[in-house]
T-cell receptor, first 110, second 117 residues
Framework: DTAVSQTPKYLVTQMGNDKSIKCEQN?????MYWYKQDSKKFLKIMFS???????INETVPNRFSPKSPDKAHLNLHINSLELGDSAVYFC?????????FGPGTRLTVL | AQKITQTQPGMFVQEKEAVTLDCTYDTSDPSYGLFWYKQPSSGEMIFLIYQGSYDQQNATEGRYSLNFQKARKSANLVISASQLGDSAMYFC??????????????FGAGTRLAVHP
């Protein structure tokens, strides 16, 4: 009965590869998010979707492409991975007064 | 300019004592929300407490309370009766209205709390 789930938990890959991270929520929220946490633990929003529609895109390189097949799912696809993409990526969903986070995906680009 | 400031990179507290983690914010939006999250060493982000800008009373959730001082733009987290399991990174965040009128969270840099036995 996990509220927000992400797969995979760990992702190790070579520079230049393409990878995807999947996210699902069973909380019935209309809005989902992707955040990036860098090596200094700083968290920054990347994208937000409301009812399958992109509503926030925080100047993220266009190698990152989110996709929301339905309002319970928000996936993140990353093309041509670079060393600087190494980070923990969190999916979240929520309302005005709460946001629940998934367990995070630690991406390591070698 | 920093919108959320957590001035304490690290704090320590003795088990069973209370501790206050500081957070100040900056916004011109009259409607906003303030959140605290806990991130233990296992890495997950755990929602602790929420305070809306129009809420008259300070939010409380078990051993957590939010000391909301609107005029001073501060939203400090108070943890009473600290436990060893409270050792973690704590993040303050503000809900801000982004372009298009949709909400997003802006996070502070975090405070690492260590609870000593």
């Amino acid at each position: 009965d996990t509220a927000v789930s992400q797969t995979p938990k760990y992702l190790v890959t070579q520079m230049g590869n393409d990878k995807s991270i999947k996210c699902e929520q069973n909380l019935g929220h209309d809005t989902m998010y992707w955040y990036k946490q860098d090596s200094k633990k700083f968290l920054k929003i990347m994208f937000s979707y409301n009812n399958k529609e992109l509503i926030i895109n925080e100047t993220v390189p266009n190698r990152f492409s989110p996709k929301s097949p339905d309002k319970a799912h928000l996936n993140l696809h990353i093309n041509s991975l670079e060393l600087g993409d190494s980070a923990v990526y969190f999916c979240a969903s929520g309302h005005t007064d709460t946001q629940y986070f998934g367990p995070g995906t630690r991406l390591t680009v070698l | 300019a920093q919108k959320i400031t957590q001035t304490q990179p690290g704090m320590f507290v003795q088990e069973k004592e209370a501790v206050t983690l500081d957070c100040t914010y900056d916004t011109s939006d009259p409607s906003y929300g303030l959140f605290w999250y806990k991130q233990p060493s296992s890495g997950e982000m755990i929602f602790l407490i929420y305070q809306g800008s129009y809420d008259q009373q300070n939010a409380t959730e078990g051993r957590y309370s939010l000391n909301f001082q609107k005029a001073r733009k501060s939203a400090n987290l108070v943890i009473s009766a600290s436990q060893l399991g409270d050792s973690a990174m704590y993040f303050c965040a503000m809900r801000e209205r982004g372009s298009g009128g949709y909400n997003k969270l802006i996070f502070g840099a975090g405070t690492r709390l260590a609870v000593h036995p």
